[in-house]
């Protein structure tokens, strides 16, 4: 017997009702980026390896899944790297694609191959799948939607408090409420490394400081000690794990904290102006936090730094992100071009709104109608009608094959469709149709105009 066929672990299929709750979140998300002004782009699945490689920090470079060159990829191998069985050696020189692991890094290779085209700052938007090596686990997947969206060309602050009002308003339409957008500074984060004198360790204290829910505050400790970073240090930072009260509240300890530090300073700044922004421009739905160990460890990051945090009902990891990165098209050839940009998790907001039932029934609404196949003649008859019912926006169908009514019954029946009509010999010579309500079992006859304006009511 054969095989049953499967999936890689990571990957999922999507059944019609998925793919309608799914569009029903890409649209209402697509339909906020225009209104912000964004713009769309699309890039390739995958990129050339030197794109990618260096652009996530170790732990985002082991995360890429690469692909071998094709043809006979061995001939090409690095023969002493093969015999050593060293694998970073020789993925070099068999591999030089890679499927790309986020949105941001392909969309800065694309500013700056088309930076002749565009009209700066540049809005954009996108909406593509991306792919990560990672361990399975609820709400994390290896292949996955992301929504995008960026500006290059700006410096300017609005834009991070424009940013904020984009989570707000989509989740907003989404009718999520109680989602909390966290945001910090990268300066801040360089501060408190520039304050305990471990500025050369700064990616290692980033990288310790963004498990902070997964590891807790032993875990952070004891990650930073293994990375060489003294306890006389970690306990000159030891406030930040204490910082409690309002986003001024917060301001006002990290100021202590940061005394010495003028690039630390320079991030509370930033941070207090965001604030002050929001609180005359106020949100809808969300919240606004300052959550001063948030680092999220990508190495791109230099300003502001945003995670989206479910409501605290649904136990869920991050359900978006993103920040400012002022130098990232520099690694492409492209100096001072500043950036910021944020991430919508598609597959953790779906789990969220299922979990919480917020998915509008509209939302899996399918064929209105289905028409019971008779017979040839009556199957024309019908299908002309379908014709001008879906000419005026209706969902209409044609059983396809003349069997037992039964059957066709049943098969409206476990596809939900509200509506069967039946079309006989009698019905045609009356140029009418008999129509059925399924869970009530009403019938009624009708002639064409009665019917469709029936079914589209």
């Not at 989740?171 to 501060?191: D, M, P």
């Not at 965001?274 to 948030?294: F, M, R, Y």
């Amino acid at each position: 017997m054969a095989q049953k066929p499967s999936i890689p672990k990571g990957t999922r299929d999507f059944s019609p009702e998925e793919v309608a709750k799914r569009n029903y979140i890409f649209n209402t998300i697509q339909f906020q980026f225009k209104d912000f002004g964004f713009q769309p782009i699309e890039t390739p699945s995958f990129e050339n390896s030197s794109t990618l490689m260096g652009k996530y920090g170790d732990e985002g470079d082991r995360l890429i899944f690469k692909i071998l060159n094709s043809g006979d990829f061995l001939k090409k191998a690095d023969q002493k790297a093969l015999e050593e069985k060293d694998s970073s050696g020789l993925t070099s020189s068999i591999s030089e694609k890679a499927l790309r692991y986020d949105l941001t890094v392909p969309f800065a290779r694309y500013v700056v191959q088309h930076q002749n085209e565009i009209e700066f700052p540049f809005k954009r938007y996108q909406i593509q799948p991306v792919w990560r090596a990672d361990r399975p686990q609820k709400g994390r997947f290896r292949e996955f939607y992301q929504c995008d969206a960026d500006v290059v060309g700006s410096n300017s602050l609005w834009q991070e408090v424009e940013f904020v009002q984009l989570y707000d308003s989509v989740f907003h339409k989404l009718g999520l409420e109680g989602v909390t957008i966290k945001i910090n500074n990268r300066k801040v984060l360089s501060g408190f490394a520039e304050v305990i004198g471990e500025q050369d360790k700064l990616i290692d204290f980033t990288v310790a400081m963004d498990k902070l829910d997964k590891i807790g505050e032993d875990g952070v400790k004891k990650e930073m000690l293994e990375k060489g970073i003294s306890e006389a240090a970690i306990e000159k930072i030891q406030p930040i794990f204490s910082l409690k009260g309002s986003f001024a509240d917060k301001i006002e300890g990290l100021k202590s904290i940061l005394e010495g530090s003028e690039t630390g300073q320079k991030g509370i700044e930033e941070l207090q102006f965001i604030q002050k922004a929001i609180d005359e421009i106020p949100l809808k739905t969300a919240k606004l936090d300052l959550d001063v160990t948030l680092a999220r460890g990508l190495n791109y990051y230099t300003g502001a730094i945003y995670e989206v945090s479910a409501p605290e009902n649904v136990k869920m990891g991050s359900i978006g992100g993103g920040g400012r990165y002022d130098d990232l098209t520099g690694i492409f050839g492209l100096k001072d071009m500043s950036g910021i940009g944020i991430s919508f998790g598609l597959d953790r907001i779906y789990l969220v709104l299922e979990e919480l039932g917020l998915f509008p029934e509209t939302v899996t609404q399918n064929t209105k109608v289905l028409f019971i196949n008779f017979g040839e003649r009556e199957a024309l008859y019908a299908m002309k009608t379908v014709q001008k019912l879906r000419d005026n926006d209706i969902i209409a169908e044609l059983y396809p094959d003349a069997g037992k009514m039964g059957k066709q019954m049943k098969y409206a029946d476990k596809r939900d469709i509200p509506y069967v009509v039946l079309a006989g010999e009698e019905e045609m010579s009356q140029q009418k149709f008999t129509l059925k309500h399924m869970k009530s079992g009403e019938q009624s006859s009708l002639n064409f105009d009665t019917l469709r304006d029936k079914l589209k009511n």
